[in-house]
């Protein structure tokens, strides 16, 4: 990072030649004044430069590693056509994240003049953990044909990811490197550049060299440096696959319409897909025969040990309901079947399995039985006015030496309203019955999740004015009661998709999804203020009640539930200042 020397910003994040040094230190104070505002919230699994999310991805992973997946894909006699595609892929990619990002940087950053924002690029690139950039004096970065741009990359990620994984490579590696570079500079200047890398420490060389010009005149500019510079030893190889990347590439010279990278990765997916289609058709086969000799040992197991004695000492010995059916007949039971559906032994005899269920569920225990499902859950019975839950487990079975079904019904009634009631408790506040703040969460990030950036939500923080007072004065439960008389006033002032939410005390939040503008919020605020204006008698005594409510709106003033809920709560504590019983959105705040 730069530092200050009486008065003097330093450069140390990047070299250039002198006379571009003033250029470069006003560049690398943006950048530092850009990546100061840092937050990292490892509990939220978020990472914030100057309000942008950001992500950490190792190195290796987009470079060496990323290179032996694709070579595994097309095979082992085929490295170099594999190292093409790849490294087509990661440049097209890395010149359209550096174009992304220095649209971003420019716009947050205020920077409209074309050479401050393009010497921001190889700072940026070096804060952003990418490689050092090191522009040699042949540069002349001008927005025309004439752009020629000459630097080297000392640090380079991807040649040192190689370098330690000492992997055979027989061509430059610095791909997204020079994507990303390139990238930056065509958003900077509005011109179309390109990026090769000519020598390589992984290739030996003594340094990461790059060259950067506009595509029709990329390859002139690489001979015309290479010529004037005769220490350069490059080999064929190098410049020859360097002719594969950006849009000025040997493939659109070729007659077909397909480039004959995407063509030779379409031809290897498919035969990919081929012998793994083969595999598992022959994996199916094994577990099919697997399978039907099992199904052949259960069988003789079964009519080794079948006994109508053991089998009626056995099902009889359980909790759950056995019936044994045939074409819908019941054939068989144990007692505890009649104590579940509440029957006799002889209406079991005379009904069928469908009138025993309930019409109401022909259907799908017909589905079951034809599919060869195992399992019917929560089916509701309805017996004699009584509701009772079940679930089913469907086996398949010989019975008196044909095919049958055994049905093991078992009773899950009490054991689902537990479940249900854990369920609300869970999700809904005890006191008030509204969405608790769990609840509220989710809800808001489904909402945002399903939403588009040109979509508007509203997030309200409600924080009810001077509640301290009435619980010290009139108690805890007399506070009790006034929350819940409010929520229920809230919930009926502002009915529909809106959902209002109890966090915890005095403090509730409401979430307003598809807005038509931000004074629809604004709206919701004042029914909400509106509907407080009567008092709440509460042990015959009357309390005026107010609410602070602070407003914050996606995307524009957060396009997360954190930072949404952070920015309302500011909103809200700048009600409270102008004097409470009001509202504040958060564009009131930053202005």
């Not at 530092?3 to 250029?23: D, I, Y």
């Amino acid at each position: 990072m730069s530092t200050e020397n009486e008065g003097k910003w330093m450069l140390k994040t990047v070299s250039v030649p002198t006379q571009f040094e003033p250029l470069f230190e006003e560049a690398e104070k943006k950048v530092h004044q850009f990546f100061e505002q840092q937050r990292q919230a490892p509990e939220e699994g978020t990472i914030e430069i100057h309000g942008s999310r950001y992500v950490l991805v190792r190195g290796a992973a987009f470079s060496v590693e990323f290179f032996q997946l694709v070579r595994k894909i097309f095979g082992s006699d085929k490295h170099l056509e594999a190292d093409r595609f790849s490294a087509s892929l990661l440049y097209e990619l890395a010149h359209a994240v550096g174009q992304s990002d220095a649209r971003n940087f420019h716009e947050t950053m205020g920077l409209t003049d074309p050479i401050a924002r393009l010497s921001a690029g190889p700072i940026h690139f070096s804060h952003t953990g990418w490689a050092f950039v090191d522009i040699l004096p042949e540069s002349q970065p001008s927005p025309d044909e004439d752009f020629f741009l000459v630097y080297k990359h000392p640090f380079s990620f991807e040649c040192d990811a190689w370098l330690e994984t000492d992997s055979q490579v027989e061509h430059p590696v610095c791909i997204m490197n020079a994507g990303y570079s390139s990238g930056w500079c065509q958003e900077s200047f509005g011109i179309p550049l390109e990026a090769r890398e000519i020598t390589c420490r992984s290739l030996g060389d003594e340094s990461c060299l790059f060259i950067m010009a506009q595509p029709q005149c990329i390859e002139q500019k690489i001979n015309d440096y290479i010529d004037g510079h005769s220490e350069l030893e490059l080999a064929d190889q190098q410049l020859a696959f360097n002719s594969y990347l950006g849009s000025n590439t040997s493939f659109e010279q070729h007659s077909t319409d397909e480039k004959p990278w995407h063509s030779s990765l379409h031809q290897r997916l498919l035969t990919y897909a081929r012998n793994l289609e083969s595999t598992q058709k022959q994996l199916s086969e094994n577990i099919r025969l697997l399978e039907a000799e099992i199904e052949e040992r259960k069988r003789i197991e079964r009519e080794l040990q079948e006994s109508e004695v053991r089998w009626r000492e056995l099902t009889d010995a359980t909790f759950d309901a056995i019936l044994v059916s045939r074409d819908s007949r019941i054939l068989d039971w144990n007692f505890a079947s009649t104590k579940l559906f509440n029957v006799t032994p002889e209406v079991l005899e005379k009904v069928s399995l469908i009138e025993l269920f309930g019409e109401e569920h022909r259907e799908k225990i017909a589905e079951a039985i034809k599919s060869g499902e195992t399992q019917i859950t929560s089916l509701q019975l309805l017996q004699s006015g009584k509701e009772t839950i079940v679930d089913i487990q469907i086996h398949q079975t010989h019975y008196r030496d044909k095919p049958a079904l055994i049905f093991a019904v078992r009773d899950v009634t009490e054991q689902t309203k537990a479940m249900q009631r854990l369920e609300r408790l869970a999700n809904y506040d005890a006191l008030t019955g509204l969405p608790n703040r769990t609840r509220f969460q989710r809800i808001v990030n489904r909402s945002i999740l399903a939403s588009n950036f040109s979509d508007k939500h509203g997030m309200l923080f409600l924080d009810l004015d001077n509640f301290k007072a009435i619980n010290d004065n009139f108690g805890h439960s007399a506070g009790d009661l006034l929350l819940y008389e409010l929520s229920r006033r809230m919930s009926e002032a502002i009915r529909g998709n809106n959902t209002i939410c109890r966090l915890g005390g005095d403090e509730f939040a409401v979430w307003i999804p598809d807005l038509e503008c931000d004074e629809d919020a604004e709206q919701v605020a004042r029914q909400i203020i509106h509907c407080l204006k009567t008092p709440i008698e509460i042990q015959r005594v009357s309390h005026r009640v107010t609410f602070s409510i602070g407003i914050a709106i996606y995307p524009h003033d957060g396009t997360d539930y954190a930072t949404l809920s952070r920015h309302s709560d500011t909103a809200m504590y700048q009600a409270k200042k102008l004097g409470k019983n009001r509202f504040c959105s958060y564009s009131q705040v930053k202005r």
